[in-house]
Structures are given as C-alpha cells and as structure tokens.
C-alpha cells in the first residue's frame, strides 16, 4: 500500500508563493508522480507531472509560474509555486502511478488558498 502525505498548503496573498511537500511510504525510484488540484465547485485537474526520467509536463494555466521536481532518495515529490493567483486556489493532491502498473494512488490534499 502507498501512502502519500501531502503538506505546505495554506493561506497566502497574490502574487506570493508556496512550497507544497509530498512524502512517499515508499521508494518512488520507479513512479511517475504527479500534483493535481480540485477547485470548490469545479472538477480534479493535473497541474504537473514528473515521470521517473525527470521529464515534466504542466497544464497551461501554471507553465512559467510553478515548478514540480523530486528527489528519490527522500521519497518525496515538490511544488514550488511562484506568483501564485486567487484562481490557483484549490486542495492540492499527490498522485503516484508505478510504472507499468496501472494503478494510480493518491494522498488526502492540501489547502491551498490564493486571498486578493
């Protein structure tokens, strides 16, 4: 079973920034990990993505702004996000796929709130 415990959300002005944390119960050498975000009303939407070669994706709306990386050693995947907007507000999860596995898990979410 993996366990993924998500932290770093919270409440900052426009334009600041957050760090978001994702910590793994297990080795994610071979995981293709990535950060999703639901806003109220609105449906689950990928921000980033970081496959297990390093390669990353993000959706358009956070290209230039946010910066999703890992580190395997610490089992542990990041979000940096800068020049954060009040339309960035959204519970922020984690999600792992195995490579090959066809399984997908996620972690509970964090709060990440934009004020104007």
């Known amino acids: 079973q993996v366990q993924l415990v998500e932290s770093g959300g919270g409440l900052v002005q426009a334009g600041g920034s957050l760090r978001l944390s994702c910590a793994a119960s297990?080795?994610?050498?071979?995981?293709?990990m990535g950060w999703y975000r639901q806003a109220p009303g609105k449906q689950r939407e990928l921000v980033a993505t970081?496959?297990?070669?390093?390669?990353?994706n993000y959706v358009d709306s956070v290209k230039g702004r946010f910066t999703i990386s890992r580190d395997n050693a610490k089992n542990t995947v990041y979000l940096q996000m800068n020049t954060l907007k009040p339309e960035d507000t959204a519970v922020y999860y984690c999600?792992?796929?195995?490579?090959?596995?066809?399984?997908?898990?996620w972690g509970k979410g964090t709060l990440v709130t934009v004020s104007s």
């Open positions: 999600n792992a796929s195995p490579m090959g596995s066809g399984m997908s898990h």
């Open positions: 297990v080795s994610i050498f071979s995981m293709h």
């Open positions: 970081i496959f297990n070669s390093g390669i990353t």
